[in-house]
């Protein structure tokens, strides 16, 4: 793992070592139509064993990132590597099969078919270990192998969550790339959300997480990057970065609301 920076410290321009990352993205920059970028020299490292948040405001190209590294967008600049390869611009069912998982926050369950059936689409390019893979993410979650018959179309959306993220590790990815995975759902449903990605987390899984609730990201991250206009301007531990006051005013927006309560109450 690589050494943490100073507290919310500016990216670096210099690209940093990335010889044993998992996965970076190396100055990227691309969007969804042409001439328009959206990131504009995005750099984000994930070491073996870490669970990374990115945060930052609205429009700042954080969901854009994941389907840079899955793509779904065209790259004008920049590159993806997963453990030293280049992997930019391949097709997801090749990402897949390289050890790269993305749970989209939409349309991420087929609510036809049974929890059983959706795990089966999800091993696709390798069948013949559906079972041993159905027991791992079992033990995991529980509660999918108690209702795997059950259609899911008639669970809730933190349990569609569930399905979405059992799924995409059912062919053992290395990374696994979340996008908002607690939108939508009620507070209890977001707690146990990032409770899952941590169990995910300690399994032995690289996570990037893209979340909206940025101090559940930064209380639970090991490392956190702040994206601003498609790039990451700052980066620290999840910590750090939920401390820092400059971070907070600038990036955080109700973050800053929040500590002032916080703090409010402490006095009284």
Do not use: W
């Not at 209702?147 to 059912?170: D, I, P, T, Y």
């Not at 209380?219 to 601003?228: G, K």
């Amino acid at each position: 793992m690589s050494e943490t920076q100073p507290t919310a410290s500016a990216a670096p321009t210099a690209t940093a070592p990335r010889g044993d990352a998992v996965l970076s993205t190396i100055d990227l920059v691309g969007g969804y139509l042409p001439g328009v970028n959206i990131l504009n020299g995005c750099s984000i490292d994930a070491y073996p064993g870490e669970l990374i948040g990115i945060i930052g405001p609205n429009g700042a190209g954080k969901s854009t990132v994941l389907k840079a590294i899955f793509g779904q967008i065209k790259i004008r600049g920049g590159s993806v590597m997963l453990k030293g390869e280049d992997i930019t611009g391949l097709r997801a069912d090749k990402l897949v099969a390289k050890g790269v998982g993305l749970v989209p926050q939409n349309n991420n369950v087929f609510p036809s078919l049974t929890i059983e059936e959706n795990l089966e689409m999800g091993l696709f390019l390798r069948p013949k270990v559906f079972n041993e893979r159905f027991e791992f993410v079992a033990d995991l979650f529980p509660e999918l192998g108690k209702r795997r018959k059950q259609r899911a179309s008639s669970l809730s959306g933190g349990e569609r969550q569930m399905v979405a993220m059992a799924r995409a590790l059912m062919m053992d990815p290395s990374v696994l790339l979340l996008d908002e995975p607690s939108a939508g759902l009620s507070p209890v449903r977001q707690d146990e959300t990032f409770l899952r990605v941590r169990q995910i987390n300690r399994a032995g899984v690289s996570v990037i997480m893209v979340e909206q609730n940025a101090r559940r990201c930064l209380q639970i991250c090991d490392r956190a990057y702040v994206l601003d206009q498609g790039k990451d301007a700052y980066t620290g531990t999840g910590r750090e970065l939920l401390n820092d006051p400059k971070v907070i005013a600038l990036y955080l927006g109700t973050l800053a609301a929040d500590e002032q309560a916080k703090d409010g109450d402490t006095a009284h």
